[in-house]
């Protein structure tokens, strides 16, 4: 049975563990939310988490192209953008993707030698994930500043103009 096989009948126990160590990267604080289920509505983080992991994971498997990938990353991320990260602590969650699958498959016993080449191609997959992540998680980051920017003009056109008036009233 080929790696990618034995990965699908481990999908569903990689993807709760990968979930779980997605929410031991967050604060202790934050806890509590993914502790809280992941109901659409009343827990749209944990649950977006939750898709995206679930959505990644299949795409791996299906080995699908990057831009699948981004639009699973996509949602992820933009949660992680706006939260108090280095973009290492932001996108370092898809590296544990590799700990996560072998747990899943070894079971404490050392991988054959036939396996070690599609390991490597996992391995491959995942630093392509990540790279792509860190690619997405930059846009998301752009697309902030670009809007705190938009936000800070707002502000400061009005008081320009205050000060304007005033100097003409002077």
Known sequence: MSLNDQLAR??????????ESIARSYPAAAATLFARGRDPFRNPVVHTIAQGARELIGALLDGAEDARLGAALDPMLRI???QDLSPAQAVGFVFEVKRIAREALEG???EPREALSEWAAFDAKIDRLALLAF???TKCREELFEIRVREIKKQAVPYVLERMREKKGS
């Not at 481990?10 to 979930?19: M, T």
Request: aromatic share 10%; proline share 0%.
């Open 80 to 82: 992680r953008a706006v």
């Open 10 to 19: 481990k999908q569903d126990s990689i993807i709760e563990r990968w979930i």
């Open 108 to 110: 404490g016993k050392a």
């Open 135 to 137: 690619e997405v998680y």
